[in-house]
């Protein structure tokens, strides 16, 4: 009891804000499948949007946003953190693409949370691809594009093996 009140009494005369980062160490480990996924699960979520019947259920329609919308923005994050830690001006050279490819994804990432739009979640997709791709190659990897076997379809970049 003694113990409880006086960290209690501590921790209101020096409250110290959570902080959060992706990696300051740095550790080195970065991956773009989880931005696929995202970019994939957007377009599974306009598939089903365009699914629904002419009086749609109000509350799938509302998920169904609200996955898309969530995992556009997941899928941006994961492309910045991939961009400001990892990618090099080297990178830049050798790829000179990279950088548009990058804008595409963040400006395709906005357009699908704001929009009912297949084609443009498909395009955020195919950036994304286009992304990992270059990303497993400045790690002097051959990449496979395999199906994703998600019921929305598409295809998943892959370092070879």
């Known amino acids: 009891m003694l113990l409880s009140r006086m960290t209690r009494i501590i921790n209101r005369m ?7 980062a992706h990696c300051d160490i740095p ?5 773009p499948h989880l931005a696929q996924i995202a970019a994939l699960t957007t377009v599974r979520m306009n598939q089903l ?11 799938k329609f509302a998920r169904y ?3 898309k919308e969530h995992h556009a923005e997941l899928c941006k994050h994961e492309i910045r953190i991939i961009w400001g830690d990892y990618i090099k001006p080297e990178h830049v050279e050798q790829y000179p693409e ?11 990432g906005s357009k699908t949370k704001q929009e009912v739009n297949l084609e443009a979640a498909q395009d955020l997709l ?10 497993w ?6 990449v496979n594009r395999q199906p994703s076997r998600q019921t929305g379809g598409g295809e998943l ?3 070879a093996k």
């Open 137 to 142: 190659q400045t790690k002097a990897s051959s």
């Open 49 to 59: 949007i365009g699914d629904l019947s002419e009086a749609p259920d109000d509350a």
């Open 157 to 159: 970049v892959y370092p």
């Open 98 to 108: 990279l950088h548009q490819i990058v804008w595409n994804i963040m400006k395709l």
């Open 14 to 20: 020096y409250f110290v804000e959570e902080a959060s």
């Open 65 to 67: 946003v609200a996955v």
């Open 27 to 31: 550790c080195g480990i970065y991956d």
């Open 126 to 135: 195919d950036n994304v691809q286009k992304f990992s791709e270059i990303f």
